[in-house]
C-alpha cells in the first residue's frame, strides 16, 4: 500500500511511518528495506514533490557547505585562526583565504581572539573541518552592533522564503543584519530602542517558529512597536521644545 | 522511619496485588517533555511514586578527547540517584550499581540513535533520581529517550522499558518497590517498539522457560502502550509551545505553497551599506 501516512506540516515523532512506495526520503527522515519512510526527528513533516523531509524544531548547528556563518575568534595559531561557529564543531580559517597577499606573518594584527566575523563554510565533512573562508562580499569582522543567539533550528524560518521575513523586519526597523546559519544574528541598529524592538522580534520568531501566518503576526507587532516609539520619541522632542521654548521666553 | 518488614503477601487473596492492581496493570506514568531550561533536551518521568529528570546536552565537543570516536558520536550516560532518594540515604559516592545501570541505559539507547551522523561528537544523558521506588532503569530509559527526541537528536524511535517479575507465583508487570525486594524475580526490558528489537534484557530470579517467554510477551505489550504514552508526551509539548490564533483552519487557508520555510532559497546574509573594508 503505497502512500502518504501524515497531514501537511503535522508534527511527527522518531519512528513515526510517514510514506511507503516511490517517495524518497531526506533530511531528518530513514528509510527501511521495506521502502517505507519514516521520521527521525520531532518535528514538521513536508511533502516536496516526491521527497519527505522532517524539518526539525530543536537541535544544535550541524556546518553545511555553502553557509554564512557568524563567529568568534577564539584561538590564533600560525597561519589560521580558530573559530568557535557554535555546535560540536570547531571550525578554521586559512589565512589565505581572509587575507589579500601579502599579508604579515603574525595574522593577530588583522583579527585576534574574541573578534567577531562572518564568513562562508567552504569545506566539511567526516574526516576534516569544517573551514571557512571570507572571500567575498559580505564577509568580514564586525566590529558594531550586537550578537544575538537563537536556536540554529529556527534559522530558515527568521530568513523565511526568500528572505521575505528578514527583509520585512529590515525594512520596516531601518536596521543592519546578518543571519548566520549557525544560530547568530548580528544586528546594528541606529539606536537602543530599535534594537531592542529588533531582538523581540527574533524572539517571537524563534518562540512561534512552527505556526503558520507569522511573518503577519511579526508585521503587525512591529507597525504596532514603531509607532509606540515614534509617538514617544515625538512627545520627547515636543517636550524639548516647550522646554527650550521656556528658557528662551526666560 | 521504621524498618520495613516483608508484607504477609505480595498478592492478596482477592488476586490483586499490595497496591491494588492487576497482574498486567502498570502504575499510573506522567512523561513530561522540554521541563529543563538548559539543557538542550529534558524529560521527566512519574510512573507511581518513581519520578526521575533527564537531560540532554549536545551533540557537542568532547572532553577528554582521547575518547573520541572517530566514526560516530560517544553516548555518555550518567544514571544518578539523589541521596534522598530512598528511604535510607544513599551514599553520594557513585556506586557499582550506578555504573552499571549507566553502561545499561546506554547500551538500551544505542541502538534507536543515528549516532554516525555527529562523529567526533559526545552526546550526555544525564539521568537523575530524584524517588525511587523501584523499576527506576526501565523509566530512566523511557525518559531519556524522550530527552533525546527533545533534544533533536536523529533516532529510528522512541525506547520504551518496563519491568516485568514474579512474586508469589505469578507473573506481574511493572514492579513496585516491594515487589522488586521481596519477590522471586525482575526481568527489565527494553524494545523499539516497531520491530520488537530487545534494546535491554536482564534477569535475576528463577523463571521456568514458559514462564519467561510468557514474561516477555507482557513486557512487550506493556512497552508498546509506553511507547503511546512517550509519543503523546512528546506531540503534546510542541503542539502547546504553539501559540493561540493559529488554529487549524488557518493553516488550510495557507496552503502548502505559502510556507515561508524554504531551505533551498534561503539566503543568509544581508546587502551592507558599506562596502567590504579589505
Redesign the interface.
Known sequence: MAGIFFQ??E?V????LLAEGRYRATT?T?SEADGKI?S????LA??RGNTVKV??????Y?PREG??VIGTITQVAGNNWKVDIG????ASLHANNA??RPYDEDISHYMDIGDVI?AEVITFD?NSGPFLS?KG?????LTEGMILEVSP?K???I????????NMI?DLLHI??????NGRIWIRAPDIPTQRLAVKAFKMIE??A??????D?INVMLQEETVKLKGSQGARVANETIDSEKEDSN | MSPETRPDFLITPEGLRLDGRRFDELRPIELQCGVLKTADGSASIRQGKTYILAAVYGPRELHPRHLTLGDRAFLRCVYRMATFSVPDRKKAAPSRREREISMVVANALEPALFLEEFPKTVIDVFIQVIQADGGTRCASITAASLALADAGIPMRSLVPAVAVGKADGKLIVDLGDEEDKYGQGDVPIAILPRTEELTLLQQDGYFTREEFLEAMQMGINACKYIHELQKDALKRAYAKRAPEGSDEEEEEDEGGSEYEDNLEADIGESDYDEEDER
Open positions: 501537511k506540516r508534527i515523532v522518531p519512528g513515526q531528518g530513514y519514516y527521525a526527528l520531532v518535528g513536508e511533502l524539518v526539525p524544531l530543536e537541535g544544535v550541524i553557509d554564512f555546535g560540536p564543531y570547531e587575507l589579500r562572518s567526516r571570507m562580499r559580505g564577509f568580514r569582522k533550528a534559522i530558515p524560518r530568513i523565511g522564503r526568500r528572505g521575505s521575513m528578514i529590515k543592519q543584519t546578518a543571519v548566520g546559519q518562540e512561534q512552527h505556526t503558520s501566518k507569522l511573518t503576526r
